[in-house]
Nanobody, 114 residues
């Protein structure tokens, strides 16, 4: 499985960004896909996850971020609105094949600053 993220960058507080993750390999429509982030000096944390019929979000991003999935184009996206400085982190795409097998993208930097 390969995951390639794009869409990060520098944005002012209150702005928006859309991250995309294109995946390839043995990923089915029921594979749990997610976005994680890691800020400097902090542990990696889950931001949002999606599988068939199920979506969940970290409390810190609920109402601001939206995860979506296009199985035909093998893409998972994260629309981020009302961005805050505390959203600054490297964002990673994740494919959870099972309890023991996870795949990660290379990460994309998101910086929220005026």
């Amino acid at each position: 499985v390969q995951l390639v993220e794009s869409g990060g960058g520098l944005v002012q507080p209150g702005g928006s960004l859309r991250l995309s993750c294109v995946y390839s390999g043995p990923v089915s429509s029921t594979t749990l896909m997610g976005w994680y982030r890691q800020a400097p000096g902090k542990q990696r944390e889950v931001v949002a996850g999606i599988t068939s019929g199920f979506v969940n979000y970290a409390d810190s991003v609920k109402g601001r971020f939206t995860i979506s999935r296009d199985n035909a184009n093998k893409t998972v996206s994260l629309q981020m609105n009302s961005l805050k400085p505390e959203d600054t982190a490297v964002y990673y795409c994740n494919a959870r094949i099972n309890a023991k097998i996870n795949y990660w993208g290379q990460g994309t930097q998101v910086t929220v600053s005026s």
